[in-house]
């Protein structure tokens, strides 16, 4: 709800309130106020923290005040902002609200759970209560009084009475004071007897408007979420599509680009701060000589988007020393070639972008050209803060902030930026030592930079007219499976309703409610799938889901995005961007391409190579992570079967279940490979239940038996849990750090999860840093091997090139070596690998 206000209403200013206790001032007036609500049931409590964060992350202020309701705090911020001219929303789903509307203040009240919203202006007060203006509400409380906050009111008096009433005399004083005029001898009655009551009925119903609240409304100013806090918050919630969201939206930032001017004024030594134009190649030759090393530099790019900008100019500069270069006639960029990628110390904020844009044009860089990133020092100090800015780095490090530049400042800015890269890397650089990272930084993500900017340069070529006529036959495809799911209906509907389809499934064809949201049935994915056995049009449903998404994100998606310069996609890989160190991929997601339907997994047809001789290459890493356990764990059982290469669920399933592995059925070895990869994620019997569609006790009898044929792994996880109890942070293989606050919190769900991530983490993280770490290595080997072939991607575990048909042989030989030896487990690593005409056939 919260984002979808932020992008429809779009505010200058906001605050968010919440109750800070539950006596107030109302509570000294009356001690029964509120009295007869139950207790918050502790699932919702449980969500407050997650609801603090969440608001934390997307950089919502957040108010609350001592004997004072939310109500009361919104009620003072909304008049003193209508006071000062602003036009006021407030959101709530409560009515006792609509006593602020005004010309400038209007409600926005949320109905069916929060999905909707209807706005109350001061005529449709009117409409919802005949002939009422807004501030009357509070008389309509003190008549007819509110059960909910067990408000007393006069009993006996409902609504259509009061609004009759207040018709007539406008406020319960004036109905009091023209008693002996109401008709009807036992309202009279009534309203004589509960004299008292009205009147405090109708105090309590009064929102104060005075709280003491010492905040100015420009501190409430909202200039919008921090996007690296919000997708690491949205990362450990799991909450995908908003990560995508977001980081489709960040992808048009460059931070390798100083065009955003977005920083707040210094206070240190911007004012006197000096630099020098450099624009001649003579002068260039002369200064860059002089220069002390570790040099800052920034690129100065005409386009924040790094996949298109012109480079306009740079600027180098150390602490001592800053200049601008600015090309032109008399001094190129090709002038600056044997500086940039020379063996001189250089030290840039955002390495793969300024790699990427520096091979647009010309000059590639490698990993042997001595650069360092400050933007990849600080994540591996900080993972949780996700794709950080610069001026947050510098926050953080420096505490103080980045100066705010006009535009004729530019390049006093990039220079002056520049010189504070070099200390600001020297001080992120001694901690990674001390934390003994230093490793993972020189031998893995520096490196990888270089090779990640190569390949977004790279792309992948994709075939514009097998797209199109495959997205003829996902429409085509698509109408069948309507028809058909009408058919079975009965009737035909809006598949894209989910109150609609819940109608069909539930109310007409009698299937199972499993799940209710508060507006209706819930139709999410993981209710169909327990669905899909009874009833045939269920996995039609999910089916037509499946090709939906297909056509639109991804048929329709690509060809947004295809070159029309290169006829490639040219993805964007974010190595900065989560916890667990994976990398993740935009503009398009070629990591999530969906692949349960054959329909999806011929999508990677059109993907082929660049050359019509050339083939796609993949190789993916076996089990890796089940791998990376048996090494972590030491169990002995596990890494014999991984040693006899034997099939792992196979055998997980002749230890649990106590047969020989000829015994094993299918659902045997399905239930198995259940238990292996959720032992994984830290999975709960509950969790193992829903996944396997089975009775909970049975759930937990599997895991039971895991843990007692294969303890090591039980041992493992308990250690390591205690170990991050003790430590608040766990590590990988390659001793990257993941902090976890959560793991100390009172809070079950928040514990709980801190728990998982700390059982998961060093297992996902460390096949992070393993294929990582062989992507470097395969493109060393490749480089000195001459080879024409080319890296194009990352899918998790598996790496995908293409090649000369005459490079393949040699090709799988140097990537199966690179891979399988990259690390040194107690278990073998192995490597499945296929190729073929498109990225369909290397499977």
Not at 31 to 53: I, N, W
Not at 528 to 556: F, G, N, W
Not at 635 to 641: H, N, P, S, V, W
Request: aromatic content about 8%; some cysteine; charged content about 30%.
């Amino acid at each position: 709800m919260i984002l979808r206000l932020l992008s429809d209403e779009k505010p200058t200013h906001l605050a968010v309130a919440f109750d800070k206790s539950k006596t107030t001032f109302r509570h000294a007036d009356y001690a029964a106020y509120k009295g007869t609500r139950q207790e918050t049931p502790d699932e919702l409590v449980q969500q407050f923290p997650l609801a603090r964060r969440t608001l934390e992350a997307l950089a919502i202020p957040m108010i609350e005040v001592d004997q004072y309701e939310a109500d009361d705090v919104i009620g003072t911020l909304a008049r003193r902002a209508a006071e000062a001219g602003f036009d006021v929303r407030v959101v709530s789903g409560d009515k006792d609200l609509l006593q602020l509307v005004d010309d400038r203040i209007h409600v926005l009240l949320t109905r069916k759970g929060i999905t909707e919203m209807e706005h109350f202006d001061v005529q449709a007060v009117a409409r919802r209560y005949p002939g009422l203006k807004p501030l009357q509400v509070i008389d309509l409380k003190g008549l007819m009084g509110d059960p909910s906050d067990n408000i007393p009111g006069v009993p006996g008096v409902g609504e259509k009475t009061a609004l009759k009433l207040l018709s007539s005399f406008e406020t319960v004083e004036g109905v009091y004071e023209h008693l002996d005029e109401v008709a009807g001898q036992k309202l009279r009655e009534k309203l004589e007897l509960h004299r008292e009551d009205a009147f405090l009925s109708k105090r309590l119903a009064t929102i104060a408007c005075d709280v003491p609240i010492d905040v100015d409304l420009d501190a409430l100013r909202y200039e919008g979420p921090d996007p690296a806090r919000a997708i690491a918050w949205f990362r450990e919630l799991d909450f995908r599509s908003l990560v995508d969201k977001i980081s489709e939206e960040m992808s048009h930032d460059s931070t390798a680009v100083a065009g955003k001017n977005d920083a707040v004024p210094s206070a240190g030594d911007w004012a006197d701060f000096q630099y020098d134009v450099i624009e001649d190649a003579s002068t260039w030759q002369r200064t860059v000589s002089s220069l002390a090393e570790p040099v800052g530099v920034m690129l100065d790019l005409a386009d924040p988007d790094y996949h298109r900008a012109e480079i306009r100019g740079m600027a180098v500069a150390t602490p001592k020393q800053a200049f601008y270069v600015r090309f032109g006639e008399r001094l190129e960029l090709s002038d600056v070639r044997p500086w940039l990628v020379s063996d001189r110390t250089k030290v840039v904020f955002d390495l793969k972008s300024m790699a990427f844009a520096l091979d647009a044009h010309g000059i590639g860089l490698t990993p042997e050209c001595a650069w360092h990133d400050v933007k990849l020092a600080a994540y591996l100090l900080h993972p949780q803060d996700g794709d950080v800015e610069l001026a947050d780095v510098f926050a953080r490090e420096r505490g103080q902030e980045l100066p705010r530049f006009a535009e004729d400042e530019r390049e006093k800015w990039l220079a002056y930026t520049a010189s504070q890269l070099p200390p600001l890397f020297e001080a992120l650089a001694y901690t990674i030592r001390m934390q003994d990272m230093e490793r993972l930084y020189q031998e893995v993500e520096l490196p990888l930079a270089f090779v990640l900017a190569k390949m977004e340069i790279t792309g992948f070529y994709v075939n514009r007219e097998k797209l199109v006529a495959f997205g003829k036959e996902l429409g085509e495809r698509l109408d069948r499976i309507t028809q058909e799911i009408y058919s079975l209906a009965g009737t035909s509907f809006n598949l894209n309703s989910p109150k609609q389809l819940g109608e069909i499934l539930f109310d007409k064809l009698g299937l199972p409610a499993m799940k209710k949201t508060k507006t209706g049935y819930s139709t999410s994915a993981d209710v169909l799938e327990k669905l899909a056995p009874m009833h045939e049009i269920v996995q039609k449903i999910l089916d037509y889901r499946l090709l939906a998404k297909l056509q639109s994100t991804y048929v329709e998606g690509l060809l947004k995005v295809i070159r029309k310069e290169t006829g490639r996609v040219h993805t964007r890989f974010h190595q900065t961007l989560t916890a667990t160190g994976r990398l993740s991929s935009s503009e398009p997601n070629l990591q999530n391409i969906p692949i349960r339907l054959e329909e999806g997994r011929r999508l990677r047809q059109v993907f082929e190579p660049t050359y019509k001789d050339w083939v796609i290459f993949a190789a993916d890493y076996s089990q890796i992570e089940l791998r990376i356990l048996a090494h972590l764990s030491g169990d002995e059982a596990l890494i014999d079967a991984f040693r006899r290469d034997m099939d792992i669920h196979t055998r997980t399933a002749a230890d649990v279940f106590e047969v020989s592995p000829e015994e094993v059925t299918s659902l045997m070895r399905r239930q198995a490979k259940a238990v292996n990869f959720g032992i994984v994620y830290g999975i709960s019997d509950f969790g193992l239940a829903q996944n396997l569609n089975i009775p909970q006790k049975d759930a937990k009898r599997f895991i039971e038996g895991y843990f007692e044929k294969f303890p090591g792994v039980k041992r493992y996880m308990d250690e390591i849990v205690k170990q991050a109890r003790e430590r608040g942070f766990v590590t990988t293989l390659m001793n990257r750090r993941r902090y976890l606050p959560d793991i100390h919190s009172r809070n079950y769900q928040l514990r709980s999860f801190g728990e998982r991530t700390a059982m998961n983490t060093p297992i996902q993280g460390s096949a992070a840093d393993l294929i990582k770490l062989a992507m470097v290595r395969i493109d060393r080997a490749m480089r000195e091997a001459q080879m024409d072939a080319r890296m194009l991607l990352q899918v998790h575990d598996e790496l995908i090139f293409e090649c000369p048909k005459d490079e393949l042989a040699a090709l799988e030989v140097l990537v199966r070596d690179n891979m399988e030896n990259a690390m040194t487990l107690s278990v073998p690593l192995k490597v499945d690998t296929a190729y073929g005409p498109t990225w369909y056939d290397a499977k």
